[in-house]
């Protein structure tokens, strides 16, 4: 199996966004895994590109260092492979991780 378009931070795993979120002190709306899931999962009935991206928000505001962007990429490739995955090309948006003072060439 090979995915050749995945977002990294539209594709983590509740319990490492629990993860990520204790590395940055970020607060999440939710204190596990399955309370936290609604927050990332798009509903049947999304409208629009713009509420489907809203489910972007909270990982992005996750990864905002080296550490946490290094966590996220492994995890996310253990998942992958635990999940049976030979191949995938994970994309994300540097500039969106930028907030505690990251450059993009980081």
Do not use: K
């Amino acid at each position: 199996m090979i995915d050749l378009h995945i977002h990294l931070d539209g594709s983590l795993p509740p319990g490492l966004l629990l993860e990520l979120a204790e590395l940055e002190g970020v607060a999440l709306p939710a204190a596990t895994e399955e309370e936290l899931r609604p927050f990332l999962t798009v509903p049947p009935d999304c409208r629009s590109l713009g509420e489907f991206l809203e489910r972007f928000a909270l990982p992005v505001s996750c990864m905002q260092s080296i550490r946490t962007l290094s966590r996220a990429a492994w995890g996310l490739a253990e998942e992958l492979a635990e999940q049976g995955l030979l191949y995938a090309e994970i994309r994300f948006a540097p500039q969106l991780h930028l907030e505690n003072g990251l450059t993009q060439e980081q």
